[in-house]
């Protein structure tokens, strides 16, 4: 089937340890994003791509980073210099373009929790 | 900036009952979507609707682009409606577009 698979579900770390999400899609999208969320919040834009090797900015990025090897793969570091890392990550797709992006998709999310 | 608006924040409803929630833009209307988010965290998409009225069983979304507003209808509710509705609007930021969420209503339908 297809669709978004973020990776793991949950994941504890310790203060001051790098980790990576996962997130993998066989929908063919071009443009992939990464969203945080805080309990009671919405959802707020880590960083975005809109094709293999670029990516921006969004709202929140300090603290994070990202590669765009391939069209299908756009995982998420969250580093030790990121204040409040415990949050609840969501990955998302789109097939349009950067002035079309269409409907968006989302994985099913990764809990972090720093310890 | 531009803001996305959802009112109300929250929402307790009997079962059976009918709602309206709705949400505001400060900019023109795009790519409006609505999402659910049930209570393990996964975002269901429910509607992608930049303007007129779709429907899916018992709801139903209506996006009037030149008032700047979407209303989502939830007809005969469920308990298994229970969880938070987001809206999202495409919003132009440099050279390409982001997906910008108002902060939620909170729906809650009791048995």
């Known amino acids: 089937d297809g669709g978004i698979t973020q990776s793991p579900k949950y994941l504890f770390r310790k203060e001051g340890q790098n980790v990576t999400l996962s997130c993998e899609q066989n929908l063919n999208h071009d443009a992939m994003y990464w969203y945080r969320q805080d309990p009671g919040q919405g959802l707020r834009l880590i960083y975005y791509?809109?094709?293999?090797?670029?990516?921006q900015k969004g709202d929140i990025a300090e603290g994070y980073s990202v590669s765009r090897e391939k069209k299908e793969s756009f995982p998420l570091t969250v580093t030790s210099a990121q204040k409040n890392p415990t949050a609840f990550y969501l990955c998302?797709?789109?097939?349009?373009?950067?002035?079309?992006?269409?409907?968006?998709?989302f994985g099913e999310g990764s809990r972090l929790t720093v310890l | 900036g531009i803001q996305v608006e959802q009112s109300p924040p929250d929402l307790i409803l009997q079962e059976g009952a009918n709602s309206t929630l709705r949400c505001n833009f400060s900019?023109?209307?795009?790519?409006l979507q609505w999402f659910h988010q049930n209570p393990w965290g996964q975002l269901i998409n429910l509607f992608y609707i930049p303007s007129g009225t779709k429907q899916n069983g018992r709801l139903s979304a209506t996006t009037v682009a030149t008032e700047r507003y979407s209303l989502l209808y939830i007809s005969s509710s469920q308990t298994t409606d229970s969880g938070v509705y987001f809206c999202a609007e495409h919003i132009s930021s440099g050279s390409a577009r982001q997906l910008t969420f108002g902060s939620g209503t909170q729906l809650t339908v009791l048995p």
């Open positions: 791509s809109q094709i293999v090797n670029d990516f």
């Open positions: 998302a797709s789109t097939p349009g373009t950067a002035y079309n992006t269409g409907e968006l998709f």
């Open positions: 900019d023109s209307v795009n790519n």
